[in-house]
């Protein structure tokens, strides 16, 4: 039974790989306007149109852009020390296993209404963060391209 779980779960990963491949492929790299929201909607769209996928897929696009825009002008704050580094390693993972599974509740939701409900009970807290984060957190110069 083990080895059949094994199997199973390694054509799992096998498979997010390639679909994660493809959608780059296809969608990130030929978008011209924010690759990330319209990867997200694309593999949104893919799923289906239960409005539970969009607000899954658009949540994670959204605190994937502030997660980005943070670690630009945050991380290098950190890296004077291993213990401040490992500090920050620590609380990021959280942090992103945090978001990751609220906006995964809505997979499972599916409805409007029911997705309404989760947003209210955690009173769109992780929303409003990510967005008054992404608004005041500056910009830091982006690295050129050669």
């Known amino acids: 039974n083990a ?8 054509r799992r990963v096998r498979g997010n790989v390639g679909t994660a491949l493809w959608l780059r492929r296809v969608c990130y790299e030929r978008s011209v306007y924010s690759p990330t929201v319209m990867t997200y909607l694309l593999s949104a769209t ?10 899954c897929f658009m949540s994670c ?7 980005r825009k ?12 291993t ?3 490992m500090f920050y390693d620590a609380l ?14 809505q997979l499972c939701l ?4 029911r997705n309404y409900e989760l947003y209210r009970y955690f009173y769109c807290l992780p929303h409003l963060i990510c967005l008054f984060l992404y608004i005041f957190c500056p910009s830091p110069p982006r ?3 050669e």
Do not use: D, M
């Open 46 to 55: 893919w799923h289906g149109f239960y409005p539970g996928y969009y607000g």
């Open 143 to 145: 690295p050129k391209k």
């Open 61 to 67: 696009a959204f605190f994937i852009l502030t997660s």
């Open 70 to 81: 943070l670690r630009r002008y945050v991380r290098p704050k950190f890296l004077g020390s």
């Open 110 to 113: 599916l409805s409007f209404e």
């Open 3 to 10: 080895h059949k779980i094994k199997q199973w779960y390694q």
């Open 92 to 105: 990021t993972t959280v942090c992103s296993l945090l978001l990751i599974n609220f906006a995964s509740i």
């Open 83 to 85: 213990g401040l580094k």
